[in-house]
């Protein structure tokens, strides 16, 4: 099993709408990123598990835990014009965009926001931590993943 983060901004998908998800569980939609891309497509597998971080949003940082329910398959969205993740370039029958399905295992007590991170040892490598890290998709250790949830 691999361990992941997923980025989104609160205001625009919370790990409380995942909650309320039908069977808590949604695709994973709209990333434009060429190597989270591939991380989608290629990397991701049905039980990995996933941090959902909170970016933009009042309390910056991970507030609960995720899993790939299904593999890495093409986005549609990207293929809608009337979404507002449509891409041109993209094709039904060469897609450029994939998702994954994930599903809610539990939020945490409370955010463990990024300030906290920063200041915990053995996370200094961890790809959220590094100067200019944008992704919003990003791999985590196994290491970085037992001390983040012995944080919780």
């Not at 909650?19 to 434009?32: E, I, M, S, Y």
């Not at 449509?86 to 060469?94: G, H, I, L, V, Y």
């Not at 450029?96 to 990024?114: C, E, G, S, Y």
């Amino acid at each position: 099993m691999s361990h992941w983060l997923l980025k989104s901004e609160e205001e625009v998908f919370a790990f409380a709408d995942l909650l309320n998800a039908p069977k808590k569980t949604t695709h994973w939609d709209g990333v434009r990123n060429y190597q989270a891309r591939n991380t989608l497509r290629d990397l991701m597998k049905k039980g990995d598990q996933l941090f959902f971080y909170h970016s933009r949003s009042e309390a910056i940082g991970i507030a609960g835990i995720c899993e790939v329910v299904r593999e890495g398959y093409p986005d549609y969205t990207a293929l809608d014009p009337a979404h507002e993740h449509f891409d041109p370039k993209s094709k039904s029958d060469a897609p450029t965009w994939f998702m994954v399905d994930v599903k809610a295992v539990r939020a945490f007590p409370r955010v463990i926001t990024l300030a906290e991170l920063k200041g915990v040892k053995g996370l200094e490598k961890m790809v959220l931590l590094q100067k200019g890290s944008r992704l919003s998709v990003q791999p985590v250790s196994a290491a970085e993943w037992g001390i983040v949830c012995g944080m919780e």
